[in-house]
């Protein structure tokens, strides 16, 4: 069974996506720790109420430490608004994957999180959007494109209508790729994955 590390930042609502499929034996994981770089953030609550061990941790070298001494076969990032080291990201070389809510490679990057993502989508004036599971590589939002999912956008959408009707897709793709992760159906050739049916 692989051992999964969540990182948030925020509300967890992916997180709670993950758990739940846990629960229902959807997923054949186990979360070993779920890490906030956010003191405040309700996912570290999400994880507790679940009797998951969920750490407050802002600095990377000791998120590192973490991962390691739990010796996570997984990284997901769910909304961890903080931007990874290449000291980071080359400890853990495909084994950390981030959900972004829009369709990569537009909106996305330095600067584009939550909220902004969908106001820069409206703005834009896109008639689809959507969300993006990938692997994380030394860059913003660069590494191969594992899961990609749509809605439409509808020009009287707000930020918030959009991100609502993202976030529902977003924890579907996340919790099929977190499961066709940990039972090893995942590969990648160059910047092409391909999952195994
Ligand atoms: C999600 O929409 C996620 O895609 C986004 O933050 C939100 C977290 O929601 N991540 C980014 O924007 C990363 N660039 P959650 O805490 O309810 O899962």
């Known amino acids: 069974m692989k051992n999964i590390a969540v990182l948030i930042s925020g ?6 996506s993950i758990i739940d499929a846990i629960e229902s034996r959807e997923i054949k994981g186990k979360i070993s720790v779920v890490i906030s770089n956010k003191e405040n953030a309700y996912g570290l609550e999400r994880a507790r109420k679940h009797n998951i061990k969920a750490v407050f941790l802002n600095d990377e070298r000791e998120i590192i430490n973490e991962l390691k001494k739990n ?11 903080k931007i990874l080291s290449s000291e980071f990201t080359n400890s853990f070389e495909n084994k950390i994957i981030n959900i972004h809510p829009s369709l990569i490679p ?3 990057g330095k600067g584009f999180y939550g909220l902004k993502v969908h106001q820069a989508a409206i703005d834009y004036g896109v008639k689809v959007s959507g969300a993006t599971v990938h692997f994380v590589d030394e860059n913003a939002d660069t590494g191969a494109i594992i899961a990609q999912d749509t809605v439409e956008v509808y020009p009287e959408d707000s930020a918030e209508d959009l991100q609502k009707k ?3 897709i977003e924890h579907k793709i996340l919790k099929k790729v977190v499961k066709d992760f940990c039972d090893d159906k995942i590969r990648k050739k160059d910047r092409v994955v391909f999952i195994d049916k």
Not at 71 to 81: P, Q, R, S, T, Y
């Open 11 to 16: 509300g967890g609502s992916n997180l709670q």
């Open 71 to 81: 010796e996570v076969d997984l990284i997901v990032l769910a909304g961890f608004l």
């Open 106 to 108: 537009s909106f996305c």
């Open 166 to 168: 993202v976030l529902e």
